[in-house]
């Protein structure tokens, strides 16, 4: 065994014995984590092939958004062609491997596991920033099994002009699943500071609609100060699923999500006409501090059990003793959906669809370029236990002070 993976699992093994041996604590050996190959081959292949002038116009790391002109798209060894093609994000693009957003004229057909989907727009997205490639593949699996959100995902080798751009993840677009699949006809991003930062309406609603629906989510702000407790949750409930968003806050809270303030997305549920919400990007989880840092949100919030204090709702919630109560409702369904042995088929689940890409290494040696470089199988495996375990024993940590919160009320 190597020996930094076998430290690694003692280590853990200790702590796991320090932090359990209180009663009422315990963990089966069953729990730990076995990191294996499943047999798997690589699902998915994106080739692209532009100019050598393009080519080098895409590696430049300045920021600059990049719009290719008319490229030869090959997908799963289906030729397609393509309405628009560029690089997308914000931070990304300061890096060598870029983000895209894809629009094609036909639909192209992506695998993931037992599932297939065909899109004709999606974004392929790079990880450049997300550690080891498992981050934002870990929450959206978690979010399957917490029923919080699901849409298609699914790991892709990029290859442009022959040459392997590395591991990325392709992503069903936000917009598209709300307006296809939910038939949204409104949704909007929140920016920071719960500005609207981006709107997307369907064709079908007009001008009056749209003030409608905006009004909606300016009503969600200004109720804040208006009421407080179950009369504050009723009244946020004629436009928003606060068990929805509640539920959002307790994950990100359980992962340790250290930017999701203007990552969520606020789109009207036809059914219930008022807002639901589509999670975006988890390249942060797992974070030491949040966004605002650890003083500025004991400040805001004392030690309450929320991760960030970026937003006026979510300060609301944990600060008012109705909202917060009902949240910690929410937080410990999280916690009981996502049990051990849930946790563990996600990470193996993940491990075992990276495992092919991991094994090439002309996909692999791409890593170089990214933010937290040069990653192999070991610091994989070694990131994975560790996060693995991370969650094992905060979810229990949790459970036991929500039964002595509750006990004590």
Not at 41 to 48: F, G, P, Q, T, V
Not at 107 to 135: E, G, H, P, V, W
Not at 360 to 386: A, C, G, P, R, W
Request: hydrophobic share 35%; glycine share 2%; aromatic share 14%.
């Amino acid at each position: 065994m190597n020996l930094s993976r076998h430290y690694l699992r003692c280590s853990t093994l200790i702590l796991i014995f320090v932090f359990f041996h209180s009663p009422g604590n315990t963990v089966s050996w069953e729990d730990e984590l076995t990191l294996e190959d499943q047999g798997k081959s690589i699902e998915n292949i994106i080739e692209i092939h532009i100019s050598r002038v393009e080519y080098q116009n895409v590696k430049i790391i300045d920021g600059t958004k990049i719009s290719l002109k008319k490229p030869l798209v090959i997908i799963n060894g289906d030729s397609i062609s393509s309405k628009d093609i560029h690089t997308r994000g914000k931070s990304t693009l300061n890096f060598r491997r870029k983000s895209f957003s894809f629009s094609l004229e036909k639909k192209a057909k992506f695998l993931n596991r037992d599932q297939t989907m065909s899109m004709k727009k999606f974004y392929a997205i790079s990880l450049s920033m997300d550690k080891s490639y498992i981050r934002n593949r870990l929450a959206f699996e978690m979010m399957e099994e917490i029923q919080l959100f699901e849409l298609f995902y699914s790991y892709c080798e990029l290859r442009i002009n022959d040459h392997s751009e590395g591991i990325y993840l392709i992503v069903e677009r936000p917009q598209d699943w709300a307006m296809k699949k939910k038939n949204s006809p409104f949704v909007i991003r929140r920016g920071f500071n719960h500005k609207i930062d981006k709107i997307k309406t369907s064709e079908k609603i007009d001008k009056s609609e749209t003030k409608n629906y905006k009004n909606y989510y300016s009503r969600i702000y200004k109720s804040l100060k208006k009421y407080e407790g179950r009369e504050l949750y009723e009244v946020l409930s004629q436009w928003l699923d606060v068990e929805v968003y509640m539920k959002w806050l307790a994950f990100n809270f359980f992962v340790r999500n250290g930017d999701y303030t203007d990552e969520v997305y606020f789109c009207i549920n036809p059914a219930i006409d008022k807002f639901m919400i589509i999670p975006w990007d988890y390249d942060d989880i797992f974070a030491a501090v949040p966004h605002e840092g650890m003083h500025g949100k004991k400040k805001a919030i004392g030690d309450k059990f929320i991760f960030s204090s970026e937003d006026l709702l979510d300060k609301k919630i944990v600060n008012d003793p109705y909202l917060y109560k009902e949240y910690l409702i929410q937080l410990k369904k999280v916690l009981s959906q996502l049990s051990s042995a849930a946790l563990k088929n996600v990470f193996q689940n993940t491990y075992a669809d990276l495992f092919p890409y991991y094994s090439k290494e002309d996909i692999i040696d791409m890593s170089q370029y990214d933010q937290h470089k040069n990653v192999n199988f070991e610091t994989l495996e070694m990131d994975m236990n560790t996060l693995y375990n991370q969650l094992i024993i905060s979810r229990i940590s949790f459970l036991s002070n929500l039964k002595e919160t509750t006990s004590d009320e």
